[in-house]
């Protein structure tokens, strides 16, 4: 990109302490025309709009790479957030790109469930977005020709599941999908839960009489996630793919993961806040409460936290995302939808968490010394955006970057209470839970879309990324480039 120093900026934002994945700067940041143009000092007597952050960290826009918005569960209730919401609520927490799913119902085409969604966003979405496709019927037709296709179009990862009767698929569709990933350059999610042993476990804990929702995090056990994780990472290695673990939750599946990292397999993580700060006991609260907390995987235990939080500071956990699954506890399409009695088996699967995400990692890592600050860009904006094809238009601070910001106040203690976030939930898993450091101002594109809780900007000024062309087959590139055995930070 061609700098003009003499050229006038949109807006400079002054005085802050800039950070990415690799480093701290003092410096200024110019923008034109929604882009940073210079990284520089003495900014502001250039510029028409100058925010002075003095004495706050500026970091690049998070990316959560893994949130649900209005898609409907695999029993057919909807999610309470839409693009509307959901992105309003990203941006109330310094996020700035979000990667929702279009599901695919078995039997519907992908080029249908896709160009669905693309209607549900449209003037919707206050801060950008691309999609992933969950694809759970992967017909002749999918693997010969809508895949490939929608992949030539940007359309670059997609999402497996090897448990729920709705979606799941079987080993041989998943190598078919792994190695189709391989060859056009994409990459496989996999939900890896051993379905079987759910419904096994979820029978004998129902002729026992044990329906309360805390038998949830029993059913769905660590050990049914560790095979499942070892199994999508064999069929990955038989088929030569690479591989995205999404939301692990337990100490073992994080062994089977790293070992195949050990062994130079292209396989990559991801953790969410649900099972760094939540455990099972969350599922034990009194009555049908527990549900609020009901997803899977489960939160589990504390030790399995202590792994997670391990596998973040060394690198074999890639990326932190939200898992996002916005259900609410009242009313017809939420936790209660079957009323306060019915087994836990029966109760939607999803906690919400987009506007949280960064501030929980922030605090509980950052703040405590459990990560450092260049690791909290990488998991939370530098990995993601790298991995899905972003980069570096979106997850960084640099010259012709999108001017994508968060202006954090990393000494300011907020009370997390659902009344303080714009998701259209009526509950949040983390009330009452005190956190150090939160984001004052987001922006994105050069514009201010929240500032001190108040979401400044309109619905549909988010842009679609495949529109803008910016998302990239050659994520396989980077994909490469991430040490498969931990080492976060990479230079371009
Ligand atoms: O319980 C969860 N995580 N619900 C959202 C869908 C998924 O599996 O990611
Ligand atoms: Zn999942
Ligand atoms: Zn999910």
Redesign the pocket.
């Known amino acids: 990109m061609e700098i003009d120093p003499n050229e006038r900026l949109d807006l400079a934002v002054c005085g802050g302490t800039v950070v990415t994945a690799t480093d701290t700067m003092r410096c200024d940041i110019g923008i034109h025309e929604g882009r940073i143009v210079q990284l520089a000092n003495g900014l502001a007597k250039r510029a028409e709009q100058v925010i002075n952050v003095e004495g706050k960290l500026v970091l690049p826009g998070g990316v959560d790479a ?1 949130c ?1 918005l209005d898609q409907q569960s695999p029993s057919g209730l909807r999610h309470a957030d839409d693009f509307f919401s959901g992105t309003r609520s990203a941006a109330g927490g310094g996020t700035t790109t979000i990667i929702p799913f279009a599901n695919q119902k078995k039997g519907a085409t992908l080029r249908s469930i896709v160009e669905d969604y693309r209607l549900r966003a449209l003037n919707r979405a206050v801060v950008d977005y691309a999609f992933h496709i969950i694809v759970s019927d992967p017909n002749d037709q999918v693997i010969g020709q809508e895949l490939p296709s929608l992949i030539g179009e940007g359309y670059t990862s997609f999402k497996v599941f090897m448990t729920y009767d709705a979606l799941r698929i079987t080993d041989l569709q998943m190598l078919t999908l792994l190695s189709l990933a391989s060859r056009e350059g994409a990459l496989l999610m996999v939900h890896a839960e051993n379905h079987d042993c759910i419904e096994w476990l979820t029978d004998a804990l129902k002729s026992a009489g044990k329906t309360e929702p805390k038998f949830h995090g029993v059913a769905h056990s660590a050990v049914g996630e560790t095979e499942a994780t070892f199994r999508a990472i064999s069929l990955a290695e038989v088929s030569g793919a690479s591989l995205m673990v ?2 692990v939750s337990s100490a073992r599946a994080l062994e089977e993961i790293e070992r195949a990292q050990a062994r130079g397999l292209r396989v990559f993580a991801e953790t969410c806040p649900q099972y760094l700060v939540l455990t099972q006991d969350n599922l034990c609260n009194c009555g049908f409460e527990g549900a609020k907390f009901v997803c899977s995987p489960p939160p589990r235990s504390v030790s399995d936290q202590r792994a997670l939080w391990r596998g973040l500071a060394s690198g074999s956990l890639h990326i932190f995302s939200s ?1 996002h ?1 916005p259900y609410r506890y009242e009313g017809a399409t939420g936790k209660k939808s079957g009323g306060e009695h019915v087994p836990f088996d029966r109760i939607v699967n999803g906690v919400p968490g987009l506007e949280t995400r960064l501030p929980i990692l922030f605090s509980e890592g950052v703040q405590k010394g459990r990560i450092d600050i260049q690791q909290f860009v990488a998991l939370t904006a530098t990995n993601p955006a790298r991995l899905y094809g972003l980069y570096p238009r979106k997850g960084t601070i640099a010259i012709g970057s999108d001017a994508d910001l968060a202006v954090w106040d990393p000494g300011l203690e907020v009370e997390i209470k659902h009344e303080i976030l714009h998701d259209a939930m009526d509950y949040t898993p983390y009330e009452g839970m005190k956190v150090r450091g939160w984001p004052m101002i987001t922006i994105s594109r050069g514009e201010v879309v929240c500032r001190n809780g108040e979401v400044t900007s309109s619905a549909g000024r988010g842009h679609f990324l495949l529109d803008d062309r910016i998302v990239t087959r050659g994520a396989g590139k980077f994909r490469n480039r991430l040490s498969p055995s931990g080492g976060q930070y990479y230079s371009t």
Do not use: G, L, S, Y
């Open positions: 893994h649900h999404v939301h898992d699954a």
